[in-house]
């Protein structure tokens, strides 16, 4: 006999009883019955994402476009386009270094949960069951309620988790996480500030979504709660790209590149952007506007592993002292800020102009029926491109993608330096790469410089300012001695893992952007294992490096 899958899912009294009273419940069977609701089911493929809101009617939260090549969401609100570092806010009085929503706010968060809960009881809702962390073996239980308006949310969030369709939920599904996501809350209660709130309970991790970027929405949230649960087990999920690279010469090395938004991690899986005669623009000088090329001709053959979140679960784990690490995602949010122009990078646009299947674009200039072009970038203003252009990309469409755990032989530390000059001298000048001890590592990672012009977030100046500790820090939910203290002992236990500081955007007066990096891992992948001789290496000019 056939039963419900919602049935099949344990939830506690108070969650039924508000489920039960929606008027129209929905757990999706396949992603293109979402792609259909995500505009409305609209035959003209466009959508427009509203808010309703008690006092001020109708808010235009975002508009969805069906184009060719996927569905295409741009915010009506520029603010929303870009990812706030001070979204997340602890619901609860566990021990932590976070704001707390009762210090912030002044009272306490049960009235607010309430209120959340009853309002999503009077919507239509989409309940949608996935794995936090990317896997079955390594994953965690977890549904998403959300409104039925707001199903490009929910595609996003099924593409960067995958899901268990509506027929292949198991019994006794029980969640160790429930996202709600609730955006008219962040009109009525916090001035239109993106706020994502954290409540760990016993054996369940609450985040209540109260805004519509799915970064800290969704992707950070279940950073947050991976962050979570790792500290209770003695483990962390690094915030870094994984690539298995392959030289010309067949030598085989693995890079982690961690860092903080725009340091470089998605950059590192892309291939080098090549000039259409084939040279390689290393670098332009900001001072006297001189160019400077680089020749190669074959470049190394790369095996993407990961985009942003590296599980290094002690499963994994084996007793050669490296670190060994896996996908937490599903998909990958590839931002696409530098391509800007037709065959600039053609191996995206072969993945992105016709796709297997239809993908999600934010921050795009997408028209129902056309095809969403990935240099085609919103405006913010009048002739100021949106800097944050992005595309959840299936790691599944990506060639030669690795799906299993692998050792890592370097972890390499990415940040975005700022021009340096004699005559306006800034932060110091690094090199193309910076070897470093395991000691200097781990501080590398607790200070986390966010870097210059950061694109992915919203921040009020353009220096350099600490992400935090791991370079995970605006995601967790915990106290920072307790992550450094995971950090150190993780690079205490895998001491044959090697680390480099590698820079982006500029290296003195010169603008690089990332070139600089693609040329350090095609270098370090023509030496294999081989470590660099004592002779190779000369103390940085800079000594805080």
Known sequence: MYKNPLDRIVLNEELQEALGQSDRLIIPESRQQLIEMAVGYDARGYYEVVSEIPSNGKILEAT?????NGVVANYQDVYMSRRDPDAIINADDKPTDKVRYKDKYGEDFETLRKSTLKWLSSQHLIVMPFMAGGSKEHGYPAPLIAPENNAFFVTALVDLQGFIPASEVPDSFKPRSIIYLAPPFRHTHFGGKQVVLHNRLENMHEIFSYNLYPVPSAKKG????????GEEEGWITAHASTVKVISPYDNVITFMHEGASGGGKSEMIEEVHRQIDGEILLAVNTVTNGNFYFEMSDTCELHPVTDDMALCHPKLQKNNKKLVVQDAEACWFLRIKH?????????????????KEPLVFLNIDGVPGSTCLIWDHTLDEPGKPCPNPRVIM???FIPNNVDEPVEVDIRSFGVRTPPCTAENPSYGITGLFHVLYPALAWLRRLVAPRGYDNPSIIESNSGMSSEGVGSYWPFATERMVDQANLLLEQILNTLSTRYLLVPNQHIGAYRVGFPGQWITREYMARRGSARLRPEQKVPARCSLL
């Open 339 to 355: 391509i800007t122009d037709y065959g600039m990078a053609p191996h995206y646009e072969r993945l992105t102009i016709k796709p």
């Open 394 to 396: 299936p790691r599944t």
């Open 64 to 68: 969805v476009a069906k184009c060719k």
């Open 222 to 229: 279940v950073y947050g709660m991976l962050l979570t649960i």
